[in-house]
């Protein structure tokens, strides 16, 4: 079975533009994770879904970031505009409930 | 402040040597896990401990959530070069399913 899917895996960008990750959970996992990992402060949760729905988006930085999952089987995190300080490697993870979290290969951001 | 403190940050050892990484808070947990990950991949579910005092053996690894269930942790025996990675605990407070996650360790086994 496949796994999460991310993508892009890298993305290199200005600071300015707008960043879109995307995110494939596993089949059959209702829950939905995003995070930000970096040296300073490790793995942070960003936000995450449970059956599509959002349930704590107090990990989002600040309103530059926002995300969506639309159906059951995709998600996005949008940062617009983006900065510097955002370039981390940016996790998803997908769950069943009260299970283990399965975690997708990141994507590593680059804002020059 | 980190709600869980990893110790110790880094970790370079020779193979056949044996270690231990502590996860420790002042919070108490209703489970506890641990993670590796590896460069470029996120991290991997090793363990699970959610009841005070339990230890669990993953071959040369062993792991250990506390009594008071407000800390963990993870001895391995014998490391090996394929132990390389950055060990992360990762805890869930009451019945939320979010994680909280410390900064992690990470461990070089040199061979």
């Known amino acids: 079975d496949a796994g999460v899917i991310q993508s892009p895996r890298h993305e290199v960008t200005e600071m300015g533009q707008e960043v879109t990750l995307r995110c494939k959970p596993i089949?059959?996992?209702?829950?939905l994770f995003w995070y930000r990992q970096t040296m300073m402060r490790g793995l942070e949760l960003l936000i995450y879904?449970?059956?599509?729905?959002?349930?704590?988006d107090s990990g989002m930085p600040e309103d530059r970031f926002s995300a969506k999952m639309p159906n059951a089987s995709f998600s996005t995190l949008k940062i617009q505009p983006s900065e510097p300080r955002d370039s981390a490697v940016y996790f998803c993870?997908?769950?069943?409930?009260?299970?283990?979290?399965?975690f997708g290969p990141g994507t590593r951001l680059t804002v020059l | 402040t980190q709600l869980l403190e990893q110790s110790p940050q880094f970790l370079s050892i020779q193979e056949g040597e044996n270690l231990t990484v502590y996860c420790n808070s002042s919070?108490?947990?209703?489970?506890l896990q641990w993670y590796r990950q590896e460069p470029g991949e996120g991290p991997v579910l090793l363990v699970t401990?959610?009841?005070?005092?339990e230890v669990k053996k993953l071959k040369r690894l062993t792991f250990q959530f506390g009594d008071a269930r407000k800390d963990s942790s993870l001895h391995i025996t014998a490391a090996q070069p394929g132990d390389t990675g950055l060990y992360l605990c990762?805890?869930?407070?009451?019945?939320?399913?979010?994680?909280?996650f410390g900064k992690g360790t990470k461990l070089t086994v040199n061979p």
């Open positions: 919070s108490v947990f209703s489970s």
């Open positions: 089949s059959g996992h209702n829950s």
């Open positions: 879904f449970n059956n599509n729905v959002p349930i704590d």
């Open positions: 990762a805890a869930r407070q009451g019945g939320s399913e979010k994680l909280v």
């Open positions: 993870a997908s769950m069943e409930v009260y299970n283990e979290q399965f």
């Open positions: 401990v959610v009841t005070g005092g």
